[in-house]
């Protein structure tokens, strides 16, 4: 008679619970030490874990009683004579309100939130919900749709016009700033035409003979999106010479960008090796750029850019969101400490997209630890916020389309015939 043994279905059974256990206790273990994906077909399967971060909670919470500064602003007829466009790339709401709050609390104190109006904006690219910066730069510069990739070109090939060009058809002086490479998306869909944004060389070239008095950016020379492009790194190396023959002081640092005359070409290296952000902070950078734009006396247009909000959401990074936003907050502080005692330039911060998706999902004020979330590490196609100083903000109060920017400036700035398309 065969002895009771173990029924010998039990060891497999045994095995593949154990199996279970181990893969279970593997992905609670990853969940905590990182966020996880799977995707199984279309469906994606993914951690819901947030991210910790330290924020000033308050000891006696109190409601933010009122607007700021004035709520809303009248028209009061006062048309700008200058108009500085700051845009924070991928600076969506939740990129703001989370720098808000981590830095001063619940109850916010960044310099944007004083704006006397404040809009939300709608960023749809031609051909797509989620837009790149090419396409939303193209809308902001010119007041219409293109496909993303395409800098200030249409669908159909054909160019529109560009704020900057009519504005210096009218007699004004214009200039770019930013962070990101001089001859990256945005900065270029202001200066220049081009039908893909990564036509670098052509961009550089455009853009030196685009007229604009100020050029600053980032020498994009050790860039990875740049490094395999020759012909770029070819006109880079031989940018002195470049930047000569079209009438532009070239330098490199602040204090050559100090000693520069009024046209200037500054090509800054990034701040770290291989990074987005380059050269130093945007505060000395827009001031040096106003200082020339206005010596003129003829009004002026500037955008001026920052690139680290956005590398900050696709690293998913908010300690950087945090920085990159105070960044900009404090060039805006500069900004209006000009521009509002002279009661004559218009100065509108935004974003050309979000970048992240982040928001704030915890934050109990007795352990002052707020839980963040990440929807992406890509772009969205959430509205992102308008902040408007100035004569003329009124008219961005709402919600705007990003063609709206284009077009609203330019009738401001009496622009005739803007926004314009050739047939
Ligand atoms: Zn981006």
């Known amino acids: 008679m065969p002895s009771p043994s173990r029924p010998p279905w039990r060891p497999v059974l045994q095995g593949a619970l154990l199996g279970l256990g181990v893969v ?11 966020p996880w994906e799977v995707a199984v077909g279309n469906l994606v399967l993914r951690s819901q874990r ?15 009683a009122a607007s700021r500064r004035v709520p809303g602003a009248p028209d009061d007829g006062v048309r700008p004579v200058n108009v500085v466009l700051v845009i924070g790339d991928g600076m969506g709401v939740g990129q703001v309100s989370t720098a808000s709050a981590l830095l001063h609390g619940p109850a916010g104190g960044l310099v944007l939130e004083t704006a006397p109006v404040t809009g939300l904006m709608t960023t749809y690219a031609g051909d797509i919900l989620v837009t790149d910066s090419a396409a939303s730069a193209t809308a902001m510069a010119t007041g219409f749709k293109a496909p993303k990739k395409a800098l200030s070109v249409l669908a159909d090939g054909r160019a529109p016009a560009t704020l900057f060009e009519a504005a210096r058809a009218a007699g004004m002086a214009t200039g770019v700033v930013t962070t990101s490479g001089l001859v990256d998306a945005t900065p270029a869909g202001f200066t220049v035409h081009a039908e893909k944004r990564d036509h670098h060389a052509e961009i550089l070239g455009d853009m030196l003979a685009s007229g604009s008095e100020v050029l600053i950016g980032g020498d994009w020379s050790a860039y990875p999106k740049a490094l395999d492009d020759a012909e770029l790194q070819d006109m880079l190396a031989r940018i002195d010479r470049l930047g000569a023959d079209a009438g532009y002081s070239v330098v490199r640092d602040l204090s050559g960008l100090d000693r520069a005359g009024p046209r200037v070409l500054a090509l800054f290296p990034p701040r770290r090796s291989g990074g987005d952000a380059h050269g130093p902070p945007l505060t000395g950078l827009a ?35 945090v920085d990159a936003v105070a960044e900009l907050d404090a060039a805006v502080a500069s900004i209006l400490a000009w521009a509002e005692p002279r009661g004559d330039t218009l100065v509108i911060v935004t974003a050309d997209h979000d970048t992240g998706g982040l928001g704030i999902v915890d934050g109990a004020y007795d352990d002052a630890v707020a839980e963040v979330r990440w929807a992406t590490d890509g772009h969205t196609a959430q509205w992102v916020p308008v902040f408007a100083f100035g004569p003329g903000a009124h008219r961005f109060g709402g919600v705007v389309d990003n063609t709206g920017i284009a077009r609203i400036v330019g009738d401001l700035l009496g622009l005739e015939g803007f926004p314009s398309v050739a047939p």
């Open 50 to 64: 947030g991210v910790e971060h330290p924020f000033p909670a308050p000891a006696d919470p109190q409601p933010i």
């Open 287 to 321: 001031a040096a750029a106003i200082d020339r734009l206005a010596a003129g006396d003829r009004g002026f247009v500037l955008l001026v850019e920052s690139e680290v909000t956005d590398g900050a959401g696709h690293h998913n990074d908010v300690a950087e969101v």
């Open 24 to 34: 279970a206790a593997a992905a609670l273990v990853a969940s905590v030490v990182a």
